[in-house]
């Protein structure tokens, strides 16, 4: 351990002069190796791209044009925030869609976990049955809901009809007003069963004497819902909140199998106008700065989520 501690103090010059170059590979060259594949994946397949999007942000770069690829400075991103015209409503609709879509999820998963957590009939069975849609691919799961949803031949129009609810078909995924509560319902049912599992397992590990004390005490259900299991939930809520925003904001496979980002603009978030700008009309240097205004919401997005609700974790 003390030579240890000398090496970690030591300047890296001073091992050189001192001659304990192959004493410090002795001890550390295996570590450093298992850690080598490692860097390497991510200086190959994060970084460079992260960087590669952000310079190519900065150029006038369409594959299409036939012209070479010009610097442009901020011209992509003075495109986007004056003159693109979708931008500002694209980015509207990316909030709603994270926002929204882990607060349904949310929503969802508290109750579901509550009642997983009871002791219920068949409780594992309902368990593994609840993590089905979570761990079914994205894409399927879009095709499956578009179906679910077509205004002619649809699951839900024809049990809406059946009891009475509507009278005539619904376009769902072609209504600018029903479009977005349709494509949020796939979202958290493709993302509570993860929320779900979590809060089982904080549930599990509150000490039921606790609750006990408490229900002695008078408090009903409710009040110890609120006053001893949510607040001992809080540091589990705080994460999976945290990797639900994430995880919302790359759906892009389940709006582009639902709507394709349409009718219009309408259901277009970042992730699908970067797409359709960088792969279908080609114009790299703007469906890069698509994604660096992008990854710069995701940036700003978590600040927030941690400012408000990352106080007193510990």
Same mark, same amino acid.
């Given at each position: 351990m003390?030579?240890?501690?000398?090496?970690?103090?030591?300047?890296?010059?001073?091992?050189?002069?001192?001659?304990r170059w192959k004493s410090f590979v002795r001890s550390h060259g295996f570590g450093y190796v298992l850690l080598a594949p490692v860097v390497l994946y991510l200086i190959a397949f994060q970084f460079y791209p992260l960087f590669e999007t952000i310079r190519l942000s900065f150029y006038d770069y369409s594959l $299409?044009?036939?012209?070479?690829?010009? /610097?442009?400075?901020?011209?992509?991103?003075?495109?986007? %925030?004056?003159n693109d015209k979708a931008f500002w409503r694209i980015f509207i609709n990316s909030l709603v869609?994270? $926002?929204?879509?882990?607060?349904?999820? /949310?929503?969802?998963?508290?109750?579901?976990?509550?009642? %997983?957590?009871?002791?219920?009939?068949?409780?594992g069975l309902w368990r593994g049955l609840m993590m089905v849609p979570?761990?079914?691919?994205?894409?399927i799961i879009g095709i499956v809901w578009k179906w679910i949803y077509d205004g002619h031949y649809g699951l839900f129009n024809y049990y809406l009809k059946s009891l009475h609810l509507i009278q005539d078909d619904?376009?769902?995924?072609?209504?600018?007003?029903?479009?977005?509560?349709?494509l949020l319902l796939t979202s958290a049912w493709k993302g509570f069963p993860y929320i779900a599992l979590m809060l089982i397992s904080g549930l599990t590990g509150i000490s039921k004497e606790m609750l006990e004390a408490a229900h002695v005490d008078g408090a009903t259900a409710w009040q110890?819902?609120?006053?001893?299991?949510?607040?001992?939930?809080?540091?589990?809520?705080?994460?999976?909140g945290l990797v639900s925003l994430v995880s919302s904001w790359t759906k892009f496979e389940m709006i582009w199998a639902l709507t394709g980002g349409g009718p219009g603009y309408a259901t277009s978030i970042l992730p699908t106008y970067l797409y359709t700008n960088s792969f279908v009309y080609f114009d790299l240097g703007k469906g890069s700065a698509i994604a660096s205004l992008s990854m710069l919401l995701v940036i700003i997005i978590v600040?927030?989520?941690?400012?408000?609700?990352?106080?007193?974790?510990?």
């Open positions: 003390s030579k240890i501690l000398e090496f970690r103090e030591a300047a890296p010059q001073e091992i050189f002069r001192r001659g $299409i044009s036939g012209k070479p690829m010009t /610097f442009a400075g901020f011209g992509n991103y003075k495109e986007l %925030l004056t869609w994270v $926002i929204g879509s882990t607060a349904l999820q /949310f929503l969802i998963a508290i109750p579901a976990a509550l009642i %997983l957590f009871s002791k219920i009939r068949g409780r979570w761990v079914s691919p994205v894409v619904v376009i769902w995924l072609g209504h600018d007003t029903l479009v977005w509560p349709a110890r819902f609120t006053r001893i299991t949510l607040p001992l939930l809080k540091p589990i809520m705080y994460v999976t600040m927030l989520y941690s400012r408000l609700f990352g106080r007193n974790m510990d």
